[in-house]
């Protein structure tokens, strides 16, 4: 029942404790780092910690409040994660809607603390910040503090014909209630709107250490792992937790293989014919092409990069000296060149071969 253990983050740990225990947590926070660091579960430790019955640097986990905000069942904290976009047309219904979604995801999490990351398309929308509002407004079910994560902040949706939305969520960000806590997370603190950014107190969360990952790989990973695969995804990891277990799933297990093609390939002509001719048959075609599509990926991530923006996940040493996009992006076109060709009666290696050598001359 319990969600895994919060690894690393001492430092952010040291200060909110200390903060606490003062008297002088802010009201509303911003957690920042990046994606799979843990920003969402320092946010419930931190819960645990501001509603624990023992005093001390960390909670105790042990006290009635420690064990139902690690159960997800406190409810005092109220955890927002985004959820596809509701349909009801009638307002109510739409909130009713989104505290059942929110209440199914939570569940999930529940019965898998090491869960995946939020759908693409998920979102906090207008339905979302209603239900935030209604809660907000009501007094504290055990007397103590209340607890507000927003989770993956920037995901919160402006449109809907107004920035109603938005305009909710700062009007509570501005006067939290007496004895509310509002921790927001976030990727991107840039792409969060200026004014919800500036209530906040910004906390950044760096990368882990591959000891921390390794271990936690070690702890909670089963069937557990063979020591090449563990070096694998601490590799592919970058210090997060959340890419290391993704490595696992089917898009990881692409993203590796891009990710090695892509190494071999940077290190010159030569290996990288090898390594493309050696590469086993596919098993099927989608493989193949889940291989292509994480190439894009990549090459994509680091475009991002020579544009100052943020990397979401690991990408080639050898990719990041370029300063200027251009490069990157006609990579981008090859790929995108064989990933139609694939498609036709083609032969994968050879496929790789001619790519390998495309991608070496512009990259
Ligand atoms: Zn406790």
Known sequence: MLPHPLVGHLTARERLSQAVRLGKLPQVLLLTGPAGVGKQRLALWLAQLALCEQEGPEPCGACRPCRLVAGLSHPDVHWFVPIPRPKASDTDKQVEEAAQSIAAVLSERRAEPLYPA????????????????????????????????????????AQEASQEAANALLKLLEEPPAGSLFVLTTVEPRRLLPTMRSRAVPIRLGRLTDADVGGFLKAHVRPALSDRELDQRIALADGSIGLALRAGDEAGKAHLAAHQWLEAVLAGPGPSLERALKQTPWAARGEFTAMLDALAETLGEAARGTLGQPVRRKVPEALMRHRQPDPLLKAMDRVADAREAAWGNVNPQILLAVLGEELAEVL
């Open 118 to 157: 939020a759908d693409g398309m998920a979102s906090h929308s207008l339905a979302s910040v209603r239900l935030l509002q209604r809660e907000a407004a009501l007094t504290a079910a055990e007397g103590g503090a209340r607890i507000f994560i927003l989770a993956e902040a920037d995901r919160l949706v």
